[in-house]
């Protein structure tokens, strides 16, 4: 008898060195957006101590929340890719017989990620311009461009997500919205 171990949240399900890549992106990811939604929290939390409690507010506390807004953002659609839990307009797609459906999956995923891999491209781009500006955050005094240096980040990792999902639906006889997520849905109808 084999005692094999349930897989963990953060186990690919794609085979040898793209099952390492996926590990450690899910890894990052799961521990980016939490250390940030915990530091906005304690920022947040902080200032309003401060407001009320010592009728001073953190000069900085804006700022920093305004950065990991755009964090939590662009790690979150990688999350999202990950996770199949972005949004679907599926009333075509629904309608059509598997094999279709799994022509149409693949198509829908090789071309998501070359969009996001494009978004990737231009907000480098934006991200220079903005570099060359100078421009700085007024309390932090950080340049304003290391806020959106996240973004090529975060579309760069979702184009990966995509491409990975193409993949795991070419080598496997299921459907998959993500390389973990079966195609489906859950019944969530509840009768009144």
Not at 50 to 56: D, I, K, N, P, T
């Amino acid at each position: 008898m084999t005692n094999k171990s349930p897989p963990g949240e953060h186990d690919s399900a794609l085979p040898g060195f793209l099952g390492t890549i996926d590990s450690i992106i899910s890894r990052l990811e799961a521990a980016g957006l939490a250390l940030s939604v915990l530091l906005m929290a304690l920022n947040t939390i902080s200032n309003v101590i401060g407001r009320f409690v010592f009728q001073e507010s953190l000069f900085f506390s804006e700022e920093v929340n305004r950065i990991l807004i755009v964090l939590i953002t662009f790690a979150g659609i990688g999350y999202a890719a990950r996770h199949g839990r972005h949004i679907r307009m599926s009333a075509i797609y629904d309608a059509l017989p598997t094999a279709m459906r799994k022509v149409f999956m693949v198509g829908i995923a090789v071309i998501s990620s070359l969009c996001m891999f494009a978004l990737c491209y231009f907000s480098v781009g934006y991200i220079d311009k903005v570099a060359t500006s100078g421009r700085i955050l007024p309390a932090l005094q950080i340049p304003v461009y290391w806020i959106y240096l996240w973004v090529p980040v975060g579309f760069a990792v979702t184009g990966i997500q995509y491409a990975l999902t193409a993949v795991k639906n070419l080598v496997e006889k299921d459907i998959y919205l993500s390389t973990k997520v079966l195609e489906g849905y859950d019944d969530t109808e509840v009768e009144l």
